[in-house]
């Protein structure tokens, strides 16, 4: 059985940073690619940035994009989020994700993934 499980989030003023860590458990388990996901209250999930597995390519959303860095640990099956100069905007409950099957391009939508943790809460105070 697959689990996804984050940590690292909490309450931070505006303009600080937080680091986001998601460790994947699974016998068998071999992601392609490992993504964040981010829902905030009354809204949708939205993508914020993934990562393949191969060649390590990466794509962020508009919003997140020169603000955070998503990576992946060698030896571990591990993604992480750096998020610098945090905004109220910000404030969600973070989601990890992860896809066992390959394509072609760094996938953006939440149906592209079949696992999900349960989140991390970030909270950006001004």
């Known amino acids: 059985q697959v689990q996804l499980v984050e940590s690292g989030g909490g309450l931070v003023q505006v303009g600080g940073s937080l680091r986001l860590s998601c460790a994947a458990s699974?016998?068998?388990?071999?992601?392609?690619?490992m993504g964040w996901f981010r829902q905030a209250p009354g809204k949708g999930r939205e993508f914020v940035a993934s990562?393949?597995?191969?060649?390590?390519?990466?794509e962020y959303a508009d919003s997140t994009r020169g603000r955070f860095t998503i990576s992946l640990d060698n030896d571990k099956i591990m993604v992480y989020l750096q998020m610098s100069s945090l905004k109220p905007e910000d404030t969600a409950l973070y989601y990890c994700?992860?896809?066992?099957?390959?394509?072609?391009?760094?996938?953006?939508?939440?149906?592209?993934?079949?696992?999900w943790g349960q989140g991390t809460q970030v909270t950006v105070s001004s």
């Open positions: 994700a992860a896809r066992d099957w390959s394509g072609s391009r760094v996938y953006h939508g939440s149906s592209d993934y079949d696992y």
């Open positions: 699974g016998r068998t388990f071999r992601p392609v690619q």
């Open positions: 990562i393949t597995w191969a060649g390590r390519r990466s």
